[in-house]
């Protein structure tokens, strides 16, 4: 199965509101990074997380190691966020292993 | 901030013809990494390399796939032959720190769509 579970798959957002993405993983990991993936294909580095809260901007992200899971908050979200949000985990001696994404879509 | 270049953005092929993709990984990195992602698909591993050497690679890394960095220039993926199953967008990746830790920077993909 799946060892890197995203929620929601997808997002439908008027512009302002808040959002909160899941990522959830099935097996212990060391580390995870969030990326976005504009709708033209380029995966830009949001976070790397290993552990605890980070933020830049109107992004916020929360890890927790041993309860296997991160959060995305984005906080009043603009048009420009629209996209694909992945996280993907590292696992002890395994390559970053990627979710399937929250598609994110912000309307005027 | 730190850049990884690929080269080309996209390519168009007849089916059993070879491709290089190429990939100009960020100065000083030693760890360099080629992804799968087929339009609307999840981002899937290939490979990762090291000194000269792949370290681990997936199920999807067939043997028509080779990758290769001689001399410290490009980061290379080729696949001879090429398959239909093959068209996707590739992306290289690289890291500074260990094989392991350290954040992963991408590049911006190579699409390659096999005809």
Known sequence: ?108 | GPKVLQIPSHQIIDMGQMVTLNCDPVSNHLYFYWYKQILGQQMEFLVNFYNGKVMEKSKLFKDQFSVERPDGSYFTLKIQPTALEDSAVYFCASRGQGAHTGQLYFGEGSKLTVL
């Open chain 1, 1 to 108: 199965g799946q060892q890197v579970q995203q929620s929601p798959t997808s997002l439908v957002l008027q512009e302002g509101e808040n959002a909160e993405l899941q990522c959830n993983f099935s097996t212990s990991l060391n580390s995870m990074q969030w990326f976005y993936q504009r709708p033209g294909g380029s995966l830009i580095s949001v976070f790397y997380n290993p552990s605890g809260t980070k933020q830049s901007g109107r992004l916020t992200s929360t890890t927790v190691i041993k309860e296997r899971r991160s959060s995305l908050h984005i906080s009043s979200s603009q048009i420009t966020d629209s996209g694909t949000y992945l996280c993907a985990m590292e696992q002890g001696g395994r390559a970053l292993i990627f979710g399937t994404g929250t598609t994110v879509s912000v309307s005027p």
